[in-house]
Nanobody
Framework: QVQLVESGGGLVQPGGSLRLSCDASEYTLDYYGIGWFRQAPGKEREGVSCISMRDGNSYYSDSVKGRFTISRDNVKNTVYLQMNSLKPKDTDVYYC???????????????WGQGTQVTVSS
């Protein structure tokens, strides 16, 4: 059983913060990488951040570096994405996912959850 359930999305004003959570099934964290991508209608999937299970490094897209932080709690099998200094362009559906996770190659297309909506607007 592979389950990824996201939560924590919502409406926030520009400059605000949100913390996304991903509850993973017991064996999900054994994959090579786990993290987050975002996708809006008519747009390509954009890798946001991931944790590599090979080297333990965390990777971020250039658009979120310095603003987002990924972390995980192995006891709870939960992955978090702390999002600070949010901008309107961050508005998207955010998905927790597993898959390839490398610097400049955050794909995460093996498994993913239902997504959680993040809207940054005044």
């Amino acid at each position: 059983q592979v389950q990824l359930v996201e939560s924590g999305g919502g409406l926030v004003q520009p400059g605000g913060s949100l913390r996304l959570s991903c509850d993973a099934s017991e064996y999900t964290l054994d994959y090579y990488g786990i993290g987050w991508f975002r996708q809006a209608p008519g747009k390509e999937r954009e890798g946001v951040s991931c944790i590599s299970m090979r080297d333990g490094n965390s990777y971020y897209s250039d658009s979120v570096k310095g603003r987002f932080t990924i972390s995980r709690d192995n006891v709870k099998n939960t992955v978090y994405l702390q999002m600070n200094s949010l901008k309107p362009k961050d508005t998207d559906v955010y998905y927790c996912a597993t898959g390839p996770c490398y610097n400049d190659y955050i794909v995460l297309d093996d498994y993913w959850g239902q997504g959680t909506q993040v809207t940054v607007s005044s």
